[in-house]
């Protein structure tokens, strides 16, 4: 007969048991969660992976997965298992889980790589205290795991081909490869500042090249000395992009072999224990681990990230391909006890530097020095041996296929005769030892006018359209006068975009005018505003205009979405019955109101930080009065057609006189001061060459531009000064 004891432990056990299901149950979902955070940074990835075969790109630059503070915590949500000392997780899924994780952190720190070089010096080193603290803290949690048996230690064998492996020694194997990772992380962060100050100075030197070359010949049109312009300044951009030479050097080899060896691991260890379930069926589930079914949502989400993760990093490794294979770099290739000193040259300069030490103790402050010196030498020590070791993988992984591919290019010489001019003098390099191959030069040409073809596709028929409308700058000068009275105490300057959206608010609202000349109009003038804005950004920088391009900015997306003029609809009907002058007056008369409320609510002062509304409505005010003018001096009335006609056109020399910029803000757009911006801004000038070319072509063929200084062709203003000066 059972004792009183005895149903008293089975009652207390399942109570036990029921709080401790109870208590589980957010594990599953924390599991649920991890798989998520897996899958963001695998989506990443996979577009780096998409954008580098787009681009052409091989080496697989970060542009969607970089190094960052967001990147940083869904790398810490995805890395939950392996930092998990808490929950009890016995059965085989449970450690193939864990130490799958740990595979794919190595993967997710080898496609990391690249990143660091599109960061500017205080941004990387934030983020690489960051990693640093979250992969310190995770090997510290795995060595606790393995020390304590949370991580079995248990022999497994597969009997087919007779291998035995441990899950403790796997995670051991994939804990001092990311710690090695981790190593050559900070290796190419200490590297980077100088690398980039390498390529600073190269392309001082290759810009001041390129402006000597500049004297191209005369017979050459205006476009075709942008496009060869666009071109030089591509192959800078792309050569000397800091994201390549990171992802070209031996360190980002030898991540991409441990990478590779981490993957190769993983993806046995998954295979073993998959296919020898009927072996480990005992130990497969055993025990109640609180993430139940979802571990195994992990192990398969984050299995296909190491063999999505791991194509970027090997294609790296042999990026060695892109240079030339010459007699003169094999000779060097072997050389890989040198260390240049590019590689050390931070870690002299901060040993050279003084360090301010509060303490008036000599004795203090010369323990602080030769403990920062000893530090210092210690680390150029370790930095010298760490690019050595790197420089050896990469020579024990090319040297074959570099042999194999020489042999074969000496008997099938590739030439670049198509390529229109001499660019390899455009081409930045960090080691000048390394010449780029004429195919991978090639290759940058070619892409680079896929780019401009791909741009020009993309015409801009209703603005080519609305632009047939000019005549003669007219427009420039007639939409102001300084007949009209001004609302304010002091008058704001006039900026391109402005009296543009001001006038199409007019233009639409007119009723009577067919649905497809006004909509055509329209598109037009959006297509004719992106590049407007863009020029205004790069020439009309002062705080007065960057107020006037927002105020714009703002009443053109209401005109285009909403078809409103600051609350007041523009659709036809609104207007119906009335002629054009009372059109015209209504909005003056609308304008006038806007701005005497606001004046009004501000005691009659002009605010420091004029509302975009009191700008538009003093724009509109301005130029419905000087309409009003011209009105006025006309013998007979203004009909609707005539109006909407008046508009148009002078749109259109307001376009007109602004495009005349343009070949300088491609020019300005090449020339990009910041190197980590450098190549999205050489594409931008591309792109916009691209579309604007007939644009470009047209204005060059007119005979009426105006020979004004080039500082003054920025501002509308100063075309209004020129062309009174101009009327005898």
């Not at 500042?193 to 392309?203: A, C, D, G, I, R």
């Not at 000597?212 to 300044?233: A, I």
């Not at 990478?259 to 046995?268: A, E, H, K, R």
């Not at 790296?316 to 290739?333: M, Q, T």
Request: with cysteine; glycine share 4%.
């Amino acid at each position: 007969m059972d004792s009183p004891c005895d149903y008293y432990s089975l009652d207390y056990y399942m109570a036990e048991k029921e709080k401790s299901d109870k208590f589980s149950e957010p594990m599953v979902w924390i599991r649920i969660y991890i798989a998520i955070a897996s899958g963001l940074c695998i989506l990443a990835m996979a577009a780096d992976l998409l954008h580098g075969f787009r681009n052409k790109k091989f080496w697989f630059p970060c542009k969607y997965f970089s190094l960052n503070a967001a990147s940083i915590m869904v790398i810490t949500v995805a890395m939950k298992l392996p930092v998990d000392l808490n929950s009890p997780m016995p059965g085989y899924l449970d450690q193939v889980a864990k130490v799958g994780s740990l595979a794919f952190m190595c993967t997710l720190m080898a496609n990391l790589m690249p990143s660091l070089a599109s960061m500017d010096d205080k941004t990387l080193l934030a983020n690489m205290i960051g990693l640093c603290i979250f992969v310190i803290t995770m090997i510290v949690n795995i060595c606790i795991q393995i020390k304590t048996g949370v991580i079995i230690d248990d022999n497994l064998f597969y009997e087919p081909t007779k291998i035995y492996f441990r899950f403790a020694i796997i995670a051991g194997v994939n804990t001092v490869m990311i710690l090695l990772l981790l190593i050559i992380m900070i290796a190419s962060s200490i590297t980077i500042p100088t690398f980039k100050e390498v390529l600073e100075s190269k392309y001082r030197a290759t810009n001041k090249i390129s402006l000597t070359d500049q004297r191209l010949p005369d017979q050459m049109s205006r476009v075709e000395k942008l496009r060869q312009h666009v071109r030089r300044y591509w192959v800078i951009a792309e050569t000397g992009s800091p994201q390549f030479g990171m992802a070209s050097n031996p360190l980002s080899t030898a991540s991409g072999v441990i990478c590779v060896m981490v993957s190769v691991i993983n993806l046995g260890t998954v295979f073993y224990t998959v296919i020898n379930l009927h072996e480990f069926v005992g130990r497969l589930f055993e025990g109640r681990s609180p993430y139940k079914w979802s571990r195994t949502l992990i192990i398969i989400t984050q299995y296909f990230g190491v063999v999505v993760g791991i194509i970027a990093p090997i294609s790296r490794c042999f990026s060695v391909f892109s240079f030339k294979l010459g007699a003169k770099w094999n000779k060097n290739y072997f050389m890989f006890l040198k260390v240049e000193k590019y590689w050390i040259q931070k870690l002299r300069v901060w040993k050279q530097s003084p360090i301010p030490i509060p303490s008036r103790n000599r004795r203090s402050r010369s323990l602080v020095y030769n403990s920062r010196n000893l530090f210092l030498s210690f680390s150029i020590g370790f930095q010298k041996v760490i690019v050595i070791l790197c420089k050896l993988i990469w020579l024990l992984v090319t040297v074959v296929p570099v042999f194999v591919v020489n042999c074969f290019t000496s008997l099938n010489t590739s030439r670049t005769d198509d390529i229109d001019e001499d660019i390899s003098k455009y081409v930045l390099q960090i080691d000048n030892e390394k010449e780029l191959a004429e195919k991978t030069l090639k290759g940058i040409s070619k892409s680079m006018n896929s780019f401009i073809s791909k741009a020009e596709k993309e015409q801009n028929n209703n603005l080519l359209e609305l632009l047939d409308k000019f005549t003669e700058f007219e427009g420039v000068q007639i939409f102001d006068t300084d007949h009209v009275q001004s609302l304010l105490p002091a008058e704001f300057v006039n900026s391109w975009s402005l009296p543009i959206v001001t006038l199409t608010c007019i233009a639409v609202s007119i009723p009577n005018i067919h649905t497809h000349v006004a909509e055509s109009m329209l598109r037009g003038v959006g297509e004719g505003l992106s590049f407007t804005h863009l020029m205004e950004e790069s020439l009309n920088c002062s705080s007065e205009y960057v107020n006037l391009r927002k105020a714009s900015m703002s009443v053109w997306h209401v005109v285009e979405y909403i078809c409103k003029w600051l609350d007041n609809p523009l659709a036809k009907h609104v207007f119906n019955g009335k002629d054009a002058t009372e059109i015209v007056k209504f909005f003056s008369d609308k304008a006038k109101e806007i701005v005497t409320e606001i004046l009004a609510s501000n005691d009659g002062e002009q605010p420091e930080n004029p509302p975009n509304e009191l700008i538009a409505a003093n724009s509109m005010y301005r130029i419905t009065q000087t309409i009003l003018l011209r009105f006025e001096s006309n013998t007979e009335s203004v009909t609707k057609k005539q109006l909407f006609s008046h508009l148009e056109s002078m749109i259109a020399d307001i376009f007109c006189a602004c495009f005349t910029n343009l070949p300088r803000v491609i020019t300005m757009r090449c020339h990009e001061s910041v190197i980590e911006k450098r190549e999205a801004s050489v594409k931008v000038a591309a792109k916009l060459f691209g579309k604007t070319a007939k644009i470009i072509e047209k204005l060059e063929k007119c005979d009426k531009v105006p020979s004004m200084d080039e500082d003054k062709m920025a501002y509308i203003d100063e075309w209004r000064v020129y062309m009174k000066q101009s009327i005898p």
